[in-house]
């Protein structure tokens, strides 16, 4: 048996449900980011990320809504269209949006597809516990891959009364736990764990055969997920607490307009190498058809 890493370049394959379902039992973490374009999906392969997640985060960090709860289906596979065309790789997951499998079992499977057959997903992700069991069971059924979410979920946070973490009391702990297993045999190839607390998650991730990815839920997930923007200081408005900085694109995009701004105005740019040249001859036989 072979003894390279899941994720060696030179043996680098299309990620599968099942890449999950075999990192997990050899302890190698899995990584997921956001992406909705293709530019982005494009970079998020070659750096070699295990799986893009086209989140229902774009309705905050691209669309500036409030939350989650106006983005549709509509929006959701125009941009996954976009990922698709940039990720060879890459796991491909959509995310169902508010109301697209709450209302009605058939509409949710019939929305699922369209994730698989319009938008090149190989999966979907939904979020809830056993209010979703039926409707998971009934995804799966028609062969579409599911990953679950649990913890806080956006699209309820009217329900919640804002973003707050989940699972923090024993009850609510219990809960979750139970949400996790139902998931788990409905079906479900892998769950998100947001905003939960680190030793529910660890606890979690130890009794589910299938892996957890943490967002907001400590180091003992099977794998962590984060939305891009944020990772990369380009949204602005507010930073989770679990988020980790790794570049400030958003100050290295406002430097790049002022300095803009000020060239033109000074008319440093456009400079003689950023034009294109007419020779003397055919100008002035263009000159001179102009008398």
């Known amino acids: 048996m072979s003894t390279l890493p899941l994720d060696s370049p030179s ?4 990620i599968t449900t ?3 379902r075999l990192k997990k039992q050899r302890g190698v973490p899995i990584t997921m980011l956001t ?3 293709h530019p982005t999906a494009l970079a998020l392969d070659q750096a070699g990320i295990d799986s893009i997640l086209v989140g229902d985060s774009l309705g905050m960090v691209v669309l500036g809504y409030e939350n989650t709860l106006p983005v549709t289906m509509e929006d959701m596979l125009h941009h996954c269209r976009a990922v698709a065309r940039g990720a060879q790789y890459a796991l491909l997951i959509g995310d169902m949006p508010f109301m697209s499998y709450q209302a009605d079992v058939p509409d949710a499977v019939r929305n699922a597809g369209r994730f698989l057959q319009e938008a090149g997903m190989d999966a979907v992700k939904l979020e809830g516990g056993r209010e979703r069991v039926e409707a998971i069971r009934a995804i799966v059924g028609a062969g579409i891959p599911v990953m679950g979410h649990l913890g806080l979920t956006p699209q309820s ?3 919640f009364g804002g973003f707050r973490a989940q699972g923090r009391t024993a009850a609510a702990a219990r ?3 139970e949400d996790a297993l139902l998931l788990e045999e409905a079906g479900c190839f892998s769950i998100v764990l947001e905003s939960v607390p680190e030793r529910l998650a660890e606890l979690v991730s130890q009794r589910l055969e299938i892996p957890t990815i943490g ?3 400590g180091a003992g997930c099977d794998g962590q997920v984060l939305v891009t923007h944020d990772m990369l200081g380009l949204f ?4 989770p607490r679990f988020v980790k900085h790794y570049a400030n694109l958003h100050e290295e995009m406002e430097r790049a307009f002022s300095a803009y701004k000020a060239d033109v105005k000074s008319r440093a740019f ?3 190498e950023h034009t294109f040249s007419i020779s003397d001859e055919e100008w002035q036989a263009f000159l001179a058809k102009l008398d």
Not at 11 to 14: D, E, L, S, V
Not at 236 to 239: G, M
Request: hydrophobic share 30%.
């Open 11 to 14: 043996t680098r394959q299309k």
């Open 18 to 20: 099942r890449s999950y």
């Open 35 to 37: 992406a909705y374009d």
């Open 157 to 159: 946070v009217n329900q």
């Open 175 to 177: 809960g979750l736990l």
């Open 215 to 217: 967002i907001g839920a």
């Open 236 to 239: 602005d408005r507010f930073t």
């Open 270 to 272: 456009p400079a003689e």
